[in-house]
Nanobody, 121 residues
């Protein structure tokens, strides 16, 4: 299984910022898409932001202007800079990547373990 390692979650006050980081395993892993999802208790998992191999990004309407996704291709890493956080942003954030090991014949979807983001006074 491809290893997807996340970090950066935590507790912040409204208006604060966090930066989430996600790294997929090794230089032999070819990434097509990396993105971030979130899931709050009792709610469906939703796409927050994504970035494709060519660098094009997309965002959920609820985070536009506040969150920025970026990618370091050399390190197979995606970052999510979250500014002006709101209580509604509280959720477990999951990194997802679609890619292929160079030794594999087909791509796969891989998920991180999730990192908790809590926005509260």
């Amino acid at each position: 299984q491809v290893q997807v390692v996340e970090s950066g979650g935590g507790l912040v006050q409204p208006g604060g910022s966090l930066r989430l980081s996600c790294t997929a395993s090794g230089n032999t892993f070819i990434i097509y898409v990396m993105d971030w999802y979130r899931q709050a208790p009792g709610k469906q998992r939703e796409l927050v932001a994504g970035i494709i191999s060519g660098g094009r990004t997309n965002y959920a309407d609820s985070v536009k202007g506040r969150f920025t996704i970026s990618r370091d291709n050399a390190k197979n890493t995606v970052l999510l800079q979250m500014n002006n956080l709101k209580p509604e942003d509280t959720a477990v954030y999951y990194c997802h990547t679609r890619g292929r090991l160079t030794t594999a014949t087909t791509p796969g979807d891989y998920w991180g373990q999730g990192t908790q983001v809590t926005v509260s006074s």
